[in-house]
């Protein structure tokens, strides 16, 4: 079966927003897509993996004439690729360049919380250097590190401050996937900017409640990319690392594609489309067969009708791979009538946004959840159906599981380990969630101005046995 719809509510699509930008074809020569390259590690050995990475400032040529101030992580813009290995041990130097205080946020990372989490209780003042520690425990995966500081995580990820983290595993590498990473193994960062006079970005000049939003498509810091296609076989590692716009993904000749991964991980099945949409933060890997077409020919990936990436096609090896009907083992486990139900309202728009009918207090602690223990989370979206928004919820340290939305089955690229979810307005989508590091962590609305206007909340996960407290900082002691 090949899916051809996006699911997610079309009343509900970005377009409909009164602040709505429409994305418009850049003013720019097409360029090579840039493919950030691998960060090294400082130190290696069979079970330690040692890593620095540096939040600094930098400057961009996005288009002809003037370069862009931007921020980055160990380059001018976004930042290098980190690769972890299931089960070793990093070590990682946060160092801030930069001449204000960010944080070092992993997303979609199963490790314990705050401090090595990176959000906003995490901070790294200008011209320190932090130092975390965790052991890499969880399945293959596409994550992502980004800036966190509340509540100005919108405005340093739009300067820059993102990159990919790709966890790698055994299960993963006996898969019949592509690995080159550069080859036809392709990060896809999917963002939008707005240049101001002298190219230069303007946060506040383009702010809105809603989310900011830019004309220009921006692909892992490219401006009208072009990418040159030497295997039959491409794996595209796609992150929708925009502050608020939705990626309505499809190809010319409506050319099919498989998706192969979701935000944590391989999907139990893979999954044939022909149309993706992705919101604020998730993460779709997916395989992309070009044997139909020949050296010369070109492919384009559109959002929506505006095209985002020319894939230029060259000589290559035939390469007829079936994949199997089964990827992954996901764990499912078992719950009971006596599961407790944790619900979770996003409501409003604009300043108004809430999460349980509150704004976000980084002095709070919203809820509590035992470690290892299994609980049902409804997370709720009160917008009406005509005008309201797509909210993406995201906790942080976890993976959890879709169990259903509005009670029916979710969608079927839902059925593997995500840490972020489209909500859809008037709709409940149900959770299965399992904490397995203690910590506080957050729990948000993903599009970051919502995120840094309030829509987020914060939990203990907490081990009875060995109990904690935990500093938390407010905006008085940041
Ligand atoms: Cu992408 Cu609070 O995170
Ligand atoms: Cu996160
Ligand atoms: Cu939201």
Redesign the pocket.
């Given at each position: 079966k090949v899916y051809t719809d996006y699911f997610f509510d079309e009343p509900a699509y970005n377009v409909h927003d009164g602040g709505y930008v429409p994305l418009k074809k850049a003013a720019a020569a097409p360029s090579q897509l840039r493919i950030p390259p691998l960060l090294k590690p400082d130190k290696e050995t069979r079970s330690d993996t040692y890593y620095t990475v540096t939040a600094q400032a930098g400057e961009t040529q996005f288009l002809p004439g003037e370069k862009t101030k931007t921020w980055g992580f160990g380059l001018p813009f976004l930042g290098k690729t980190i690769i972890f290995e299931k089960g070793k041990s990093v070590h990682i130097n946060l160092q801030n360049k930069l001449s204000e205080l960010t944080t070092f946020?992993w997303?979609g990372l199963n490790v314990s919380g705050p401090i090595v989490d990176g959000?906003c209780h995490a901070p790294v003042y200008p011209a320190e250097t932090n130092k975390i520690a965790f052991k890499v425990d969880q399945p293959a995966a596409t994550l992502?590190l980004?800036a966190?500081p509340c509540p100005s995580?919108a405005e340093q990820v739009w300067k820059g401050l993102a990159a990919m983290v790709i966890v790698k595993d055994k299960a993963e590498s006996k898969l019949p996937f592509p690995r080159k990473y550069g080859v036809d193994d392709i990060p896809l960062i999917l963002q939008d900017r707005k240049f101001h006079a002298h190219n230069q970005l303007d946060y506040n000049a383009d702010y809105d409640p809603d989310g900011v939003q830019g004309p220009t498509a921006v692909i892992n810091g490219t401006v009208n990319p072009y990418f040159d296609v030497t295997t039959q076989r491409v794996r595209f590692r796609i992150l929708n690392g925009a502050n608020r716009r939705e990626w309505r993904l499809h190809f010319s000749d409506d050319l099919q594609f498989t998706q192969i991964g979701s935000d944590g991980g391989i999907l139990p099945e893979p999954v044939a489309f022909t149309h993706l949409m992705l919101t604020c933060?998730e993460r779709a890997e997916i395989i992309v067969d070009f044997g139909k077409y020949h050296p010369g020919d070109e492919v384009t990936l559109y959002t929506d009708d505006v095209p985002l990436v020319t894939f230029k096609i060259h000589e290559f090896e035939p390469a007829e791979v079936k994949l199997p009907e089964h990827l992954a083992e996901i764990p499912n486990p078992e719950v009971t009538p006596d599961t407790p139900i944790h619900r979770v309202v996003m409501s409003g728009m604009d300043e108004e946004v809430m999460l349980d009918g509150k704004k976000f207090d980084m002095q709070r602690i919203d809820a509590k959840q035992k470690i290892g223990s299994v609980e049902l989370w409804d997370i709720v979206n009160t917008n009406q159906k005509e005008g309201g928004m797509v909210h993406p919820y995201?906790m942080?340290g976890i993976q959890f599981l879709v169990v259903s939305r509005n009670g029916h089955a979710p969608y079927p690229n839902e059925h593997g380990f995500k840490d972020t979810v489209g909500v859809n307005p008037r709709e409940t989508v149900r959770l299965k969630v399992w904490y397995d590091k203690p910590g506080v962590f957050?729990y948000?609305c993903?599009i970051i101005e919502h995120?840094d206007g309030g829509m987020m909340a914060q939990i203990e996960a907490y081990d009875p046995k060995h109990p904690q407290t935990y500093k938390l900082m407010d905006m008085e002691t940041l």
């Open positions: 946020h997303h959000g992502w980004h966190h995580t933060a995201h942080h957050m948000h993903h995120e």
